[in-house]
C-alpha cells in the first residue's frame, strides 16, 4: 500500500488575496476518539498559499496513523486561534481530504485566546508605530492580519471581530 497522507485547506481569515508572506508553519495535533480522545500524533509543517482559491494548502503525511478510521484533528498556525475539525475519515495507505478549516486571527502572544494581552501586543505596532523600537519584530509580522505589510484599521477590525471568538477549540 502507498503512504498515508491528508491534503489540509486552511483558510487564514481576513488575509489578502496575495500575502506577503505566502508560507505559513501549520501545527497538526491528531487524536483517536475510540481511544478516549488520546493524541497520535504531533506535526509540524509548512502551508502554502493558493491565491486562486485564497486557501493555504498542503498534502502531509500521517505515518502516525494506526489504522483507517474517524479522527479529531486540530490545526494552529502562528497568530490564529487552534481549530478541531471533527470524525475526519482517514484511509491508511492513500491520500485524504481534510473538510476546509477557517482559523481566527488575533492571538498574537500564542496562547491560544484573544483577548487584552493581545490587543496590548498589537497596539504597540499599530500605524507609525510600527517604525519604533517598541515595536517587536515578530508583534509585527503576526498583528498584520490582512498581510499587506501594514497594520491599520484594517487589521484593527479584524482583531475586533475576532475578539468576538475570545478562544481557540
Not at 489504522?67 to 481549530?83: A, C, E, M
Amino acid at each position: 500500500p502507498g503512504k498515508t497522507s491528508s491534503q489540509f485547506k486552511i483558510a487564514l481569515s481576513g488575509i489578502v488575496d496575495n500575502p506577503s508572506r505566502p508560507n505559513r508553519k501549520l501545527n497538526i495535533e491528531i487524536f483517536d476518539p475510540e481511544n478516549n480522545n488520546a493524541k497520535i500524533a504531533d506535526l509540524a509543517t509548512d502551508i502554502t498559499n493558493d491565491s486562486s482559491v485564497k486557501q493555504f494548502k498542503k498534502i502531509t503525511v500521517l505515518d502516525a496513523i494506526p489504522k483507517s478510521g474517524i479522527y479529531n484533528i486540530k490545526v494552529k498556525s502562528d497568530g490564529y486561534l487552534r481549530k478541531l475539525i471533527l470524525s475526519v475519515r482517514i484511509n491508511k495507505g492513500v491520500q485524504n481530504d481534510v473538510a476546509l478549516a477557517t482559523l481566527i486571527p488575533g492571538d498574537i502572544n500564542g496562547d491560544n485566546r484573544i483577548d487584552l494581552l493581545d490587543y496590548n501586543l498589537f497596539i504597540t505596532c499599530y500605524g507609525i508605530k510600527a517604525n519604533q523600537p517598541t515595536c517587536d519584530k515578530t508583534v509585527l509580522k503576526l498583528a498584520d492580519f490582512d498581510d499587506n505589510i501594514v497594520i491599520d484599521g484594517i487589521d484593527y477590525n479584524t482583531f475586533i471581530k475576532g475578539l468576538s471568538v475570545k478562544e481557540g477549540d
